[in-house]
């Protein structure tokens, strides 16, 4: 399993547990089958970016969240940490500015 295949089965699984919903119901939200949703989870497969758009709806978050490493992926890999200082505060700007866009 890759970095980034393990950073979005990680991020879809926290991001669900988070709203307290099942597999099988966020497998409904985003009009596919739980089974692929499980898939997913444990890094088999990994979603299109129109699924991933699909999940990250159903999940009431925007799509590049589910890729955003939590702090036990970051342990595993070396990284410049003021780089990615920046980086997430980049991305959270971009997110606050698309969303009062949106408002």
């Avoid at 089965?9 to 099942?22: E, F, M, P």
């Amino acid at each position: 399993m890759t970095k980034v295949q393990k950073c979005l089965a990680s991020n879809i699984k926290k991001y669900r547990k988070a709203l307290n919903i099942t597999q099988e119901q966020l497998a409904e939200k985003a009009k596919t089958s739980t089974t692929y949703i499980g898939t997913i989870e444990i890094g088999k497969k990994f979603p299109s970016p129109q699924m991933i758009e699909r999940i990250a709806d159903a999940l009431q978050i925007e799509s590049l969240q589910l890729f955003q490493p939590d702090s036990n992926l970051l342990m595993e890999s070396h990284f410049d940490l003021e780089k990615f200082k920046e980086a997430l505060l980049n991305n959270i700007s971009k997110a606050v500015d698309l969303s009062l866009k949106k408002n």
